[in-house]
C-alpha cells in the first residue's frame, strides 16, 4: 500500500467532510468552518492512497516556541496501518525543536500519541468549552 504523506496538498470540501462524517466527528455538521479552519492552520498535513484523502492532521503554531495540533484522524478503514504516525512524522520534520509541542487526547488516542512519544503534561488537565457530542 503506497500512502503519500505531504503538507503540500490542499484537499476539496467535501473530500474533507467525508473523512470527518466517516469518523463521526461533529465538526463535519459545520462543514464550511471545519475547512476555513484546516485550509488556515499553521499547516496541514494529508495522506491519501492513490487519490482518496485517507488521513489529516492539522497544527496551529505561534512559528517559534509553541505548537498545538487539533486534529487527526485517519478514515476507519485504514486505522493500525501506522498512516497516524505517518503524519505525525511529518508535523516532526518542522516542530521537533519547538520548545511545547501539545494536543488534548482521550480515548484510544492516549496509546496512540504515547506511542508518538508524547506524555501527560504533568498535573495538567485540558478544559474547553465545547460544542460537540461525541466525547
Known sequence: MNVKIT????PKKDEVIEL???NQWSSAKKPDLLYDGLINSSMLVTA???????????ALSDGHLVV???HLLIHPE???MGIGQKIVAEFQKTYKDFHQQILVADGK???????CGFVKGGETQSM?????DEH
Open 7 to 10: 503538507s503540500r496538498d490542499t
Open 20 to 22: 470527518y462524517a466517516s
Open 48 to 58: 491519501r492512497i492513490n487519490s482518496m484523502l485517507v488521513g489529516l492532521g492539522n
Open 68 to 70: 498545538y495540533y487539533p
Open 78 to 80: 485504514y486505522h493500525r
Open 109 to 115: 488516542a492516549i496509546d496512540f500519541y504515547e506511542k
Open 128 to 132: 474547553w468549552i465545547y460544542q460537540g
